[in-house]
């Protein structure tokens, strides 16, 4: 990790490390989308089949 960071200040264009940076976090935002509307739509189709709780 600090290696990591030490390679950041030193030896690399912050352009290209912040693209790649950038293109990770698009992926994790992008995964929590989708395992939040998975979620969601099970809880729809559950109220929708089984009705809205008494």
Request: aromatic content about 10%.
């Amino acid at each position: 990790m600090l290696r990591r960071f030490q390679d950041y200040i030193e030896n690399s264009s912050w352009d290209r490390l912040i693209e790649e940076d950038g293109r990770i976090l698009r992926l994790i935002c992008w995964g929590v989308l989708i395992v939040a509307a998975s979620y969601l739509g099970g809880v729809m189709m559950s109220v929708l089949l089984k009705g809205p709780i008494q």
